[in-house]
């Protein structure tokens, strides 16, 4: 039996993620601001900015941090605080977790910890200074975490390009806007909360066992391929 904790777990990614847990063989326990997860073995409400971090006595596996935001606006339109703001809960929210349930992480025998980044940090797109350098912050934190903590605990991050999610809702309200922006991937679609869930599954399961370090890029192609 393998501990997961995902901390974002009442809606988008982190809510997918959770109902393809496969008990027995995984315990989930949720951690969010909303409401308690179904398939959750124990949810704990709070914010990790400005909460307590709840104490969990148990191994953990695995540790996923969902929580984003998607800020898309000119250079010149973006005050100080907004480029706080992400960082606050893109990186400091994944720093206070990691530091808090680093020995939960410690007493499992061969955990993994899953963290988001964004397509847009290697890949540049306009109107995406906040929300790259906060996730930009998030790929060199995983890769230094890697280093740090292997062999016992394997970091990797998934970099997802736009996903269907409830996140993104103020930039899919249309169709014609949903239909644009599948068509800028070399597949044609948008990415949808499981293909995330399903790799974040994988970078957390023993098959993934000889991973650590690296920015797995869900993203429909658009950073590699120009069709």
Avoid at 4 to 15: C, R, T
Avoid at 48 to 65: K, M, Q, R, T, W
Wanted: overall charge neutral; some cysteine.
């Amino acid at each position: 039996m393998r501990n997961v904790l995902i901390v974002g777990a009442s809606s988008g990614i982190g809510a997918e993620l959770a109902g393809l847990a496969q008990p027995p063989q995984y315990q989930v326990y949720s951690l969010s601001r909303s409401a308690a997860v179904p398939n959750a073995l124990k949810h704990f409400s709070c914010d990790v900015l400005s909460d307590a971090l709840p104490a969990i006595d148990e191994p953990l596996h695995g540790l996923v941090y969902c929580p984003g935001s998607i800020n898309l606006k000119p250079f010149a339109r973006i005050k100080p605080e907004e480029f706080i703001a992400d960082l606050e809960l893109n990186l400091i929210g994944a720093v206070r977790c990691l530091q808090h349930y680093q020995r939960n992480l410690q007493a499992a025998d061969g955990a993994s910890v899953v963290l988001f980044s964004t397509v847009a940090v290697q890949t540049g797109f306009p109107y995406h200074a906040t929300v790259s350098a906060s996730k930009g912050a998030i790929e060199g934190l995983t890769r230094a975490l890697a280093a740090e903590w292997a062999p016992k605990i394997r970091v990797n991050a998934i970099a997802p390009s736009l996903t269907d999610t409830p996140l993104a809702e103020s930039l899919l309200r249309e169709e014609s806007k949903k239909q644009a922006a599948a068509a800028r991937h070399p597949l044609k679609r948008l990415g949808e909360a499981e293909d995330i869930a399903q790799m974040a599954w994988f970078l957390l399961s023993e098959h993934a066992a000889w991973i650590t370090g690296q920015i797995m890029h869900v993203d429909g192609g658009i950073s590699a391929i120009k069709i």
